[in-house]
Each structure stands twice: as structure tokens, then as C-alpha cells.
């Protein structure tokens, strides 16, 4: 099984982009068909939550809610696990912490130096070349 921590903006990006074959909107469409477990936490799904409903992104509160609810009933809730180092983006620190949580996950992210180097951190379009 392979488990993946989704940082924010692949979410948003797949909700309002147009494009179909777009990386992030494949990535939601492999979670929407059960492909890979997606991993998260309190903190993770209350920035999903603050993030997705805020009124700059043309993002339906129903479709937001509704995948929100689907990662919360698909997925796994995980501890963190501490990483000592520093982060170059600390508010980011908890999707990576969360991805030390299962030896095999990786963290799928459109912003790759808000994390420390890992080939556990990769962009979308490296996660579908493995899904």
C-alpha cells in the first residue's frame, strides 16, 4: 500500500484548476479512487479546512467539505513523529512529521523548498510516476 501526506496546495490547486490532466487533479482523482492512503492529523485537516474555504479560491464549500470528509474516512490519522531540524518553512512542519509516520509515505507537495531535501518529498507529477 502506498500512504501520502497531501500538502494544501495540491488540493487547492487540483480544485480549481481547469485542466483535467493537470498533476494535482490526477492526484485527487488516484485518492478519490482509493489508489493510496492518504495520512493526516488534527493540525493537517484544520489548515485543509481553513485553507480550502477561504473566499479567494472559487472552491464550493460542498466539494471542499466533501473531500475533507473523504480523506478523513479513507485515510489514516497519524501521530507525528519529531523532526529536530529546522524547517524552511516551519508552518509546513506538520505535513512533513506526519509523513515520517509510515516507513513508505511520501509527502506530495507543489512547493518543494518549504521541506528539507528527501525522496520522500516529491512533487505531484513524481507521485504519479510511482502510483
Do not use: C, W
Not at 43 to 55: C, G, K, Q, T
Amino acid at each position: 500500500m502506498i500512504y501520502a501526506v497531501i500538502d494544501t496546495n495540491v488540493l487547492v490547486s487540483a480544485l480549481i484548476t481547469k485542466n483535467p490532466e493537470a498533476a494535482t487533479a490526477k492526484v485527487v482523482r488516484l485518492l478519490l479512487e482509493q489508489e493510496f492512503v492518504p495520512l493526516y492529523d488534527a493540525d493537517i485537516i484544520a489548515e485543509y479546512e481553513d485553507v480550502l474555504h477561504r473566499s479567494k479560491f472559487p472552491i464550493l464549500k460542498e466539494t471542499a467539505d466533501a473531500l475533507i470528509s473523504f480523506i478523513i474516512e479513507n485515510g489514516i490519522e497519524s501521530s507525528r513523529v519529531d523532526f529536530e531540524e529546522s524547517m524552511p518553512d516551519e508552518d509546513d512542519r506538520v505535513f512533513y512529521e506526519v509523513s515520517l509516520s509510515q516507513d513508505d509515505s511520501f509527502l506530495v507537495t507543489g512547493n518543494l523548498k518549504h521541506y528539507p531535501t528527501s525522496p520522500r518529498v516529491i512533487t505531484p507529477a513524481q507521485f504519479l510516476e510511482i502510483v
